[in-house]
């Protein structure tokens, strides 16, 4: 029997990121790699950083590699070796349930069985209105979808951003068991205010300031 292939791994060296005068890392070298939490005060730079994880936003200075079982990930199909759920990202507001995940699908494979973004869905206890738009849904539904299409896209790494968002108890319980899920298969990175509503069970922390 074959060994499970390593989980992909964001490796830092001497990296600086600003945000105009703000200064998130200085000559910082970390590995991720795994479960991670990135934690900080509000304002210190998680969204930020889950953004240059995630091949949208360039160090300033410095280098940030990405390696996954088949070798380093190049800048070109870099966004497309990772899934992401975050404030800063919007769902297609004028498509329906079907159409969202049907046009996700144009660009994006999903995984299998129990783990499809379609069975995702379904076990997060979304019910909308079939002919109802997504701009017209409630914060906790579009939320709902959002995380199922993350967690359930074929990916390398995983990157949510404050993911209990808009959630309630029900659904954070939901979310918290498909994230161990896709632990075992992705690198899964969490950028929270909350560690314990949020955080990965023995996730690695990555702390700013």
Known sequence: ??????????????LELRR??????????WTVQGATTVVGANGQGKSSTLRMLAGQLAPTSGTLSFHAADGEVSVETWMT???VAAPWLSLPGHLTLDEAMSFHGVYRT??????????????????????LPVSQWSSGQQQRLMLALALG???????LDEPASNLDEVGIQW??????AVQALSTVVVATNDEKKEGLQGASLLRIG
Do not use: N, Y
């Not at 105009?20 to 070298?29: H, V």
């Not at 896209?153 to 990157?159: C, G, H, N, Q």
């Not at 979310?175 to 161990?180: E, F, I, L, V, Y």
């Open 81 to 83: 070796r990772c899934s």
């Open 175 to 180: 979310m918290k068991a498909q994230m161990t």
């Open 153 to 159: 896209t074929e990916a390398d790494a995983v990157l």
């Open 1 to 14: 029997m074959s060994s499970p292939s390593p989980l992909a791994s964001f490796h830092a060296t001497d």
């Open 110 to 131: 999903p995984r299998r069985g129990a783990l499809h973004w379609a069975a995702l869905v379904q076990a997060s206890g979304l019910r909308v209105d079939p002919s």
């Open 20 to 29: 105009g005068r703000r200064l998130i890392w200085e000559d910082a070298s």
